[in-house]
Each structure stands twice: as structure tokens, then as C-alpha cells.
């Protein structure tokens, strides 16, 4: 089988990013694909928008809808884009690593969908596949690598190699702490507490938090990140964080990639958390995936400062010496994603991030040796 991007978890994936709602895609999706009389081939028996809402957390009904990928033994080539997150990315990648295949392989990319998937590299590597694995053929498929990894440097520029499996063995986890003081990334903790505000609910005034961090060398980060924030809210008994991780150029330019839906402005990797879901599987957690149960609320009261993880989807991007890296923490998405939303957050007044000292708040980076 070629499950040529897909989805794992619908509550996870699909319906929710850690929590916060998504209202564009699946209304579109919804109307004018599985809604009875939209389809005549397929058509969902339930109302899922409807059935979305009253299950915004992980339960049986959630639970019925996951496949049990250990149990998928054919075997399968994969492909996951760096540009598709909140919708493919992370499902591709768990359904790679998690299902029972031992003849699996993985093809990454981080350009346009559609168009990839038409590619002459993509369909004569999927005519391979099918040939040697249904006709019998003899074409040598046994000795194809099974990780075609595609690192990018810029939204058309980007570098080619293969390698053994996924994730790769040579990362290392590398933390990179956050100042609100200076708005720096650095490799070391900083001694002094400081504190960031910014506006949570409009564009105007100091409607985001800003951290960069400037590399010496050429630094290949592959894989997903972890961004560990203390924060608090001046109003309401939560709050809906979304993140953005960008490149900026020598020159303190921003390197736009390929994103959801054809976007072509779009940054290097995002992630999301309603801070009320934010507890976390120690079991099913590991370094650049912290996973969010989603059993329970865990509400806040104004100025209550808590300890959050939020995983930020994986990417494979290269970060010339010079080049910089920088995180973008705020309160609504970043951009106007074409058929992505996340409209109604929950979000009200300012939100804090607290950092240095005893806040350990930093970015968990996916270093490549």
C-alpha cells in the first residue's frame, strides 16, 4: 500500500491541534465531501462537525476511530511533507513508524503537495514499488533505501539523501533557552527571571512574543521540537498558544517554505496547545514529542503561572552559518492560512511568559551530527 500522506488520530491530526479547534478545513471538508448527498460513493453516516464538538476530549467514541497500525503488516511506502502540518505531517510520520510493516519506507518532501505527488521521481518510485511487491518484478526495489530525507534551505532550494530509518539516530536533543529580557535563544540558562506580555487576542499593540537565536555554524535541525513555556493569563481560566518557528536570513530577512493548502509565505514548523489539555503521557512522551492526553481539563485562574509543553510539528530544514532561528509565541495563527483556521480561541487580556531563573521555559531542537 502507498498511504501517500495520511492521518492516524482524527482527534490529534485533524480535529483539534493539541486542543484548539480547527474551523476551516473541516467545515469545507464536511460540506462539500463527506455530507450526505455531497458524495454519492462515500458519504459519513454521522454528523462529524457535530459529533467534533460534543467529544472535545479523548474518549471511546475517539478512540473507536483509530486504526491499530501495529496490526498493518503489507508492505507500505509512506510519504510525509514538511509542509502540511495541522492536517498530514504528524500522521504520516506515526503511521510510519507505528505500523507492524517490516518492509516500510519513507519518502519526505517539503514542496507542494499535489504537485509532488504527480512528480516523475514520486510516480516511477510508486511504479517500483507496486511492481516489484504485486507483479513479482525483479527492479532492484529490495536495495532502495528506506528514507528518502529532504532537508530545505529555502522555500525551492533543497538537498537529497537517504538514509536508514526514522527518526534518525544521530540527533541530539539540543535545548536552546529563552530571555524575555533580550529576546535571545541561547545555549546556555539565563541566572536573572524575566517576564513578556503580549496582547492575546488582536493584531494590535505587543500581539506576540519574539526569541531568536543566531548560529555560528551550518546546523541541519530534522525532526520535531519541543517548546517548554511557563505562562500565565491575565484573564479567564485558560489560554490558546500557538507557535512559530522561522529562518531568517543573514541579513535578518525571513526564509519562507512551502506550507498547508499551496501557502507559499509560510514558516519552518508550527505547533499548538489549549494549556487546559496540557498534561502529558510520560510513557508515550519522548524528547521532541511530548504527548498531550487529552483526558481532562486542567483550567487555570488569572496570573497562576504553570509549566506547559508544546510539540511542534517535525521538518528537515538546514540553518546556514549566520542564519538564525527564531520563535514566535502568540495567541491567534500566525498567518491567513488558505482553508486553515482556528477561529473562537479561548483566549482573553495578556498572556505572560516567564523565563531564566527557576523558569526553565527553552526550545528542545532536533540537531543533526
Given at each position: 500500500m502507498i498511504?501517500?500522506?495520511?492521518?492516524t488520530d482524527l482527534l490529534r491530526e485533524f480535529a483539534y491541534q493539541d486542543g484548539v479547534r480547527e474551523t476551516s478545513f473541516i467545515a469545507t471538508w464536511w460540506r462539500f465531501r463527506m455530507k450526505r448527498g455531497r458524495n454519492r460513493q462515500f458519504a459519513m453516516t454521522e454528523d462529524f462537525p457535530s459529533e467534533r464538538d460534543r467529544h472535545p476530549l479523548d474518549d471511546d467514541w475517539w478512540a473507536s476511530k483509530r486504526p491499530r497500525l501495529d496490526m498493518i503488516d503489507v508492505p507500505a511506502l509512506v510519504c510525509a511533507s514538511w509542509s502540511d502540518h495541522g492536517l498530514h505531517t504528524r500522521g504520516s510520520l506515526e503511521g510510519f513508524e507505528r505500523i507492524g510493516s517490516r518492509d516500510k519506507w519513507l519518502f519526505t518532501h517539503g514542496r507542494r503537495k499535489w504537485e509532488t505527488f504527480y512528480s516523475s521521481e514520486a510516480r516511477e518510485l510508486q511504479r517500483r514499488f507496486f511492481d516489484h511487491f504485486l507483479k513479482g518484478e525483479d527492479n532492484g526495489w529490495e536495495r532502495t533505501p528506506r528514507l528518502r530525507l529532504e532537508v530545505r534551505r529555502t522555500r525551492d532550494a533543497y538537498d537529497v539523501?537517504?538514509?536508514?530509518?526514522w527518526p534518525l539516530p544521530t540527533t541530539a536533543h539540543t535545548p536552546l533557552y529563552l530571555d524575555a529580557k533580550t529576546g535571545q535563544l541561547a545555549g546556555q540558562p539565563f541566572p536573572e527571571a524575566a517576564t513578556v506580555r503580549y496582547r492575546s487576542t488582536s493584531r494590535r499593540g505587543p500581539g506576540h512574543a519574539w526569541f531568536v537565536h543566531r548560529f555560528a555554524s551550518d546546523t541541519e535541525?530534522?525532526?520535531?521540537?519541543?517548546?517548554?513555556?511557563?505562562?500565565?493569563?491575565?484573564?479567564g481560566d485558560d489560554l490558546d498558544l500557538f507557535v512559530v518557528v522561522h529562518k531568517l536570513g543573514r541579513a535578518g530577512d525571513e526564509v519562507h517554505f512551502y506550507g498547508f493548502n499551496g501557502f507559499v509565505k509560510d514558516a519552518v514548523a508550527k505547533g499548538w496547545l489549549r494549556v487546559s489539555h496540557r498534561e502529558t503521557d510520560a510513557?508515550?512522551?519522548r524528547p521532541?514529542?511530548?504527548?498531550?492526553?487529552?483526558?481532562?481539563r486542567q483550567p487555570v485562574t488569572p496570573e497562576e503561572i504553570v509549566p506547559v509543553e508544546i510539540e511542534i510539528l517535525a521538518s528537515s530544514t538546514l540553518f546556514e552559518s549566520g542564519s538564525s532561528l527564531a520563535v514566535e509565541v502568540l495567541g491567534r495563527d500566525?498567518?491567513?492560512?488558505?482553508?486553515?483556521?482556528?477561529r473562537g480561541t479561548v483566549n482573553r487580556g495578556y498572556h505572560a511568559i516567564y523565563t531564566g531563573g527557576r523558569f526553565d521555559s527553552h526550545l528542545l531542537v532536533p540537531r543533526v551530527s
Open positions: 498511504p501517500w500522506e495520511g492521518v539523501r537517504f538514509e536508514s530509518c535541525l530534522t525532526g520535531s521540537m519541543t517548546l517548554k513555556l511557563w505562562v500565565s493569563t491575565s484573564d510513557q508515550r512522551s521532541g514529542r511530548p504527548w498531550h492526553t487529552h483526558r481532562q500566525a498567518a491567513r492560512y488558505p482553508g486553515f483556521r482556528h
